[in-house]
Nanobody, 116 residues
Framework: VQLVESGGGLVQAGGSLRLSCTASGSISSISFMGWFRQPPGKQGEFVASIISGGNTNYADSVKGRFAVSRDNAKNTVYLQMNSLEPEDTAVYYC???????????WGQGTLVTVSS
Protein backbone atom coordinates (compact mmCIF):
# COMPACT_ATOMS: atom_id res chain seq x y z
CA VAL A 1 0.00 0.00 0.00
CA GLN A 2 1.34 3.40 -0.97
CA LEU A 3 -0.01 6.59 0.54
CA VAL A 4 0.64 10.00 -0.98
CA GLU A 5 -0.32 13.16 0.88
CA SER A 6 -0.78 16.63 -0.50
CA GLY A 7 -2.14 19.98 0.57
CA GLY A 8 0.26 21.18 3.22
CA GLY A 9 1.70 24.66 3.27
CA LEU A 10 1.92 27.95 5.12
CA VAL A 11 -1.22 29.61 6.42
CA GLN A 12 -2.00 32.39 8.87
CA ALA A 13 -3.71 31.66 12.16
CA GLY A 14 -7.44 31.42 11.66
CA GLY A 15 -7.04 30.16 8.12
CA SER A 16 -7.89 26.82 6.54
CA LEU A 17 -6.17 24.04 4.66
CA ARG A 18 -7.31 20.74 3.24
CA LEU A 19 -5.01 17.75 3.21
CA SER A 20 -5.52 14.81 0.86
CA CYS A 21 -4.15 11.29 1.00
CA THR A 22 -4.56 8.85 -1.86
CA ALA A 23 -3.94 5.14 -1.43
CA SER A 24 -2.71 2.86 -4.18
CA GLY A 25 -1.42 -0.65 -4.52
CA SER A 26 -2.99 -3.57 -2.68
CA ILE A 27 -5.71 -1.62 -0.94
CA SER A 28 -8.28 -4.33 -0.44
CA SER A 29 -9.57 -4.59 3.09
CA ILE A 30 -8.26 -1.18 4.09
CA SER A 31 -10.73 -0.20 6.81
CA PHE A 32 -8.92 2.46 8.86
CA MET A 33 -7.60 5.67 7.36
CA GLY A 34 -6.47 8.54 9.46
CA TRP A 35 -4.12 11.38 10.20
CA PHE A 36 -1.36 11.77 12.73
CA ARG A 37 0.99 14.69 13.22
CA GLN A 38 4.37 15.44 14.69
CA PRO A 39 4.96 19.00 15.90
CA PRO A 40 8.55 20.28 15.85
CA GLY A 41 10.54 18.76 18.69
CA LYS A 42 7.59 16.76 19.99
CA GLN A 43 6.25 13.25 19.77
CA GLY A 44 3.74 12.21 17.19
CA GLU A 45 0.06 12.32 18.05
CA PHE A 46 -3.24 11.13 16.71
CA VAL A 47 -5.37 13.72 14.92
CA ALA A 48 -8.39 12.08 13.29
CA SER A 49 -9.56 8.86 11.70
CA ILE A 50 -12.38 7.40 9.68
CA ILE A 51 -13.23 3.75 9.20
CA SER A 52 -14.92 2.11 6.26
CA GLY A 53 -18.35 2.34 7.86
CA GLY A 54 -17.97 6.09 8.10
CA ASN A 55 -17.43 6.44 11.85
CA THR A 56 -14.99 9.20 12.72
CA ASN A 57 -12.79 9.92 15.70
CA TYR A 58 -10.91 13.10 16.65
CA ALA A 59 -8.31 14.25 19.10
CA ASP A 60 -9.78 16.65 21.63
CA SER A 61 -7.45 19.39 20.44
CA VAL A 62 -9.01 19.46 16.96
CA LYS A 63 -12.66 18.68 17.64
CA GLY A 64 -14.92 21.26 16.10
CA ARG A 65 -12.14 22.61 13.88
CA PHE A 66 -11.03 19.64 11.77
CA ALA A 67 -13.14 17.26 9.72
CA VAL A 68 -12.05 13.94 8.23
CA SER A 69 -13.82 12.46 5.24
CA ARG A 70 -13.28 9.65 2.77
CA ASP A 71 -14.00 9.07 -0.89
CA ASN A 72 -13.86 5.31 -1.35
CA ALA A 73 -14.22 5.57 -5.12
CA LYS A 74 -11.02 7.61 -5.22
CA ASN A 75 -9.28 5.74 -2.40
CA THR A 76 -8.70 9.13 -0.82
CA VAL A 77 -9.07 10.51 2.66
CA TYR A 78 -9.26 14.23 3.39
CA LEU A 79 -8.58 16.37 6.41
CA GLN A 80 -10.30 19.75 6.33
CA MET A 81 -8.58 21.99 8.85
CA ASN A 82 -10.32 25.21 9.86
CA SER A 83 -9.52 27.87 12.46
CA LEU A 84 -5.90 26.82 12.38
CA GLU A 85 -3.70 27.76 15.31
CA PRO A 86 0.10 28.03 15.57
CA GLU A 87 -0.06 24.92 17.76
CA ASP A 88 -1.29 22.97 14.73
CA THR A 89 2.10 23.41 13.08
CA ALA A 90 3.42 19.93 12.38
CA VAL A 91 4.25 17.34 9.78
CA TYR A 92 0.99 15.56 9.07
CA TYR A 93 1.07 11.89 8.17
CA CYS A 94 -1.62 9.81 6.56
CA UNK A 95 -2.04 6.26 7.86
CA UNK A 96 -4.00 3.23 6.76
CA UNK A 97 -4.63 -0.17 8.24
CA UNK A 98 -6.39 -3.32 7.07
CA UNK A 99 -9.26 -4.73 9.01
CA UNK A 100 -8.17 -6.98 11.92
CA UNK A 101 -4.48 -6.23 11.39
CA UNK A 102 -2.09 -4.15 13.46
CA UNK A 103 0.33 -2.99 10.77
CA UNK A 104 -0.05 0.65 9.72
CA UNK A 105 0.96 1.97 6.34
CA TRP A 106 2.29 5.53 6.32
CA GLY A 107 2.61 8.36 3.87
CA GLN A 108 5.70 10.51 3.54
CA GLY A 109 4.21 13.42 5.46
CA THR A 110 3.26 16.94 4.52
CA LEU A 111 4.29 20.04 6.45
CA VAL A 112 1.67 22.43 7.77
CA THR A 113 2.95 25.72 9.17
CA VAL A 114 0.57 28.13 10.88
CA SER A 115 1.92 31.62 11.47
CA SER A 116 0.66 33.85 14.26
Amino acid sequence: VQLVESGGGLVQAGGSLRLSCTASGSISSISFMGWFRQPPGKQGEFVASIISGGNTNYADSVKGRFAVSRDNAKNTVYLQMNSLEPEDTAVYYCAARRSLQVTYYWGQGTLVTVSS
